[in-house]
Nanobody
């Protein structure tokens, strides 16, 4: 069964860091673009970052310079290192996979999400 499982969310103070993981099972991520998408209460989903199968990365303006996406194909896992966190980063973070190698707006498979809360 194809599955994406996020982990690493939690409560952190402003300025702190978290490292989210997205582990895939039932398929290999090697040939897929993987994205991180977040949704805050009362707001629309926002694409945060994406990494292609070749390692090309993309970031939204709101996280550029603070977040870093990476992938470890040997572990079938994608990561999102989040530094200098702000209260406005508070959201449920989802990882999602495309069945194609390059990044885009639409995703084919989604994880269940992990909550990130930035608060003092």
């Amino acid at each position: 069964q194809l599955q994406l499982v996020e982990s690493g969310g939690g409560l952190v103070q402003p300025g702190g860091s978290l490292n989210l993981s997205c582990a895939a099972s039932g398929f290999t991520l090697d040939y897929s673009a993987i994205g991180w998408i977040r949704q805050a209460p009362g707001k629309e989903r926002e694409g945060v970052s994406c990494i292609s199968s070749s390692g090309t990365t993309h970031y939204s303006d709101s996280v550029k310079g603070r977040f870093t996406i990476s992938r470890d194909n040997a572990k079938n896992t994608v990561y999102l290192q989040m530094n200098s966190l702000k209260p406005e980063d508070t959201a449920v973070y989802y990882c999602a996979a495309r069945v194609i190698w390059y990044c885009g707006d639409k995703y084919d498979y989604w994880g269940q999400g992990t909550q990130v809360t930035v608060s003092s």
